[in-house]
């Protein structure tokens, strides 16, 4: 069973920065294509960033394009996404996801409905 545990979550006010981590046990990362989702409260689950296996394949959401940046270190089974210049608009519940096997079209990894692996959230709030 694979387990996704993200941290680097909390309370920061506009402006600030912070780092998200998605650590994947009983997984190989270097395999697999990752993603971060973010769900507000009564908003529906959003894509934010996706990164695939080799890192050499990478995409944003127009909204944090520029401000966010994702990466992997594979032998560390970790993802990141470094988030500056926070708006009050980040504010949501971050959620890293995996597959368990490769995509026909990188592309294809900007859509929930292609990870079988979530985390269980990381809660972001960004004060104005």
């Known amino acids: 069973q694979v387990q996704l545990v993200e941290s680097g979550g909390g309370l920061v006010q506009a402006g600030d920065s912070l780092r998200l981590s998605c650590t994947a046990s009983?997984?190989?990362?270097?395999?697999?294509?990752m993603g971060w989702f973010r769900q507000a409260p009564g908003k529906e689950r959003e894509f934010v960033a996706a990164?695939?296996?080799?890192?050499?394949?990478?995409y944003y959401a127009d909204s944090v394009k520029g401000r966010f940046t994702i990466s992997r270190d594979n032998a560390k089974n970790t993802m990141f996404l470094e988030m500056n210049r926070l708006k009050s608009d980040d504010t949501a519940a971050y959620y890293c996801?995996?597959?368990?096997?490769?995509?026909?079209?990188?592309?294809?990894?900007?859509?929930?409905?292609?990870?079988?692996?979530w985390g269980q959230g990381t809660q972001v709030t960004v004060s104005s």
């Open positions: 996801a995996a597959r368990s096997s490769p995509v026909s079209l990188s592309t294809q990894l900007q859509y929930d409905y292609y990870y079988n692996f």
């Open positions: 009983s997984y190989t990362l270097s395999t697999y294509g």
């Open positions: 990164i695939t296996r080799s890192g050499d394949s990478i």
